[in-house]
């Protein structure tokens, strides 16, 4: 099985996770399309891009389960319950080994940690979820400049960003 189909079936798996939550569903398949999209763009190796993807498609897994503890589902409570969901997401899949499973969940588990970025899957992850929250969001236009200015780093993330918003 191919990689590509590998990530396939984890995306249909993801909808099948978020069956009926359109927004959702349509929030992690944009993420996933800009993160492989900047990863391409910023040379990333065929095993990190496949990570960066996996981690992509499932970013947002731990909203379910911290809605359910919580009662919100703010963006620690995402990183401290998505890697237990995505787990079994990933087993039901196959096609993940042992250091992969590992790589995606830490990613997953930081994916709202904008300080001590040192690695580009974690940074590219971060500036295609904020390239969608940008719009979903609503963020002011300052907003959207800071976080440009702070966090951004990919020569391609940052020139989307500025197309997106003519800044």
Known sequence: MTK???????????????CGDVPRIQHFVKVHNFARIIGIAEGLGEEELFVLEAAAI???????????????????????LGPDEA???????????????????WLIAHHHTYTDVTSADHRI??????????????????????????????????AMLSDMWNI
């Open 4 to 18: 590509q189909a590998t990530l396939a079936r984890l995306m249909r798996a993801m909808i099948k996770y978020d």
């Open 87 to 105: 787990k079994k997401i990933l087993k039901e899949v196959s096609g993940f080994d042992e250091n992969q499973t590992e790589r995606i969940c």
């Open 125 to 158: 992850l971060l500036e295609a979820d904020f390239l969608v929250n940008s719009f979903e969001g609503n963020v002011s236009k300052e907003g959207i400049i800071s976080f440009c200015k702070n966090v951004f780093r990919s020569e391609s993330a940052i």
């Open 58 to 80: 499932l970013h947002d897994i731990g909203i379910h389960a911290a809605e359910a503890k919580y009662g919100n589902c703010s963006g620690k409570h995402q990183e401290e």
